[in-house]
């Protein structure tokens, strides 16, 4: 029941912490109001939020003024092709950089092609298992974070440089662990959001990876005794969210 769809969805990760919110914007492109139900499902399961569009010139707008993070686009859709909106994403400065999954029933070997030339990320066909979609966006989303921040990452006197795998505090260089450095990378580059401890498996381990929560907590630990230099407040930086995770915070550094 995968294979006929075709409209739009804005779907959100979302993660609350009393009156706050951070949201993680996934755009879902279809037409069938059975398999956007069917879709909703999987990813509300999935902690995502969704919300519906309904033809490309809606779809379009959306993205403009509530710019997703990633974006499942189906191929045949009312007022246009998934490729026409594709090409004018990839056009536009503003939108170029917005990752792209095809999720279209077209399975032929030329329709791959041609989506992946026009400016895809990925591509996959109906019928497909929602598990496998889901990680998929996960794995697009991780690695699009991990290509978007450039060589080096800066927050007041801590510089993580991704090229030489160094992190540098007040021009010393700190000691620190793979996992470690994984965990301040991620955080730098996601201030202010606050992450539960299996969010945070998902993006430094792997979907596919078992390891227990506490993992993530000894991690932690020897991520703060890392700052723990003589420059005050930088251990300070991973906050701990009682009931839910982490939170990186550079404010007052």
Known sequence: ??????????????????????????????????IRDM??????????????????????????????????????????TGIELLRRLKKEEATQQVPVIMLTAKAHEDNVIQGLD???????????????LIARMRALLRRTIHESVGSELRVGKLVVELDSHRVILDGKVLEMGPTEFKLLQFFMANPDRAYSRTQLLDH??????????????????????????????????????????????????
């Open 39 to 80: 879709l909703r499902l999987a990813l509300e399961t999935a902690d995502f939020e969704c919300l519906e569009a309904g033809n490309i010139a809606d779809a379009y707008q959306k993205i403009i003024h509530n710019t997703p993070d990633i974006v499942l686009l189906d191929w045949m859709l009312p007022g246009g």
């Open 1 to 34: 029941f995968f294979g006929t769809v075709s409209k739009s969805l804005i779907c959100h990760e979302r993660f609350e912490l009393g009156d706050t919110m951070t949201v993680q914007k996934v755009l879902v492109v279809d037409d069938e109001s059975g």
């Open 204 to 253: 430094i381990w792997g979907v596919n990876v078992y390891v227990e929560e506490r993992t993530v907590d000894v991690h932690i630990r020897r991520l703060r005794k890392a700052l723990q230099t003589g420059v005050p407040g930088y251990s300070d930086l991973i906050q701990t969210v009682r009931g839910l995770g982490y939170r990186f915070s550079d404010r007052g550094v």
């Open 118 to 132: 026009v400016g895809a990320d990925d591509y996959i066909t109906k019928p497909f298992a929602p598990k496998e």
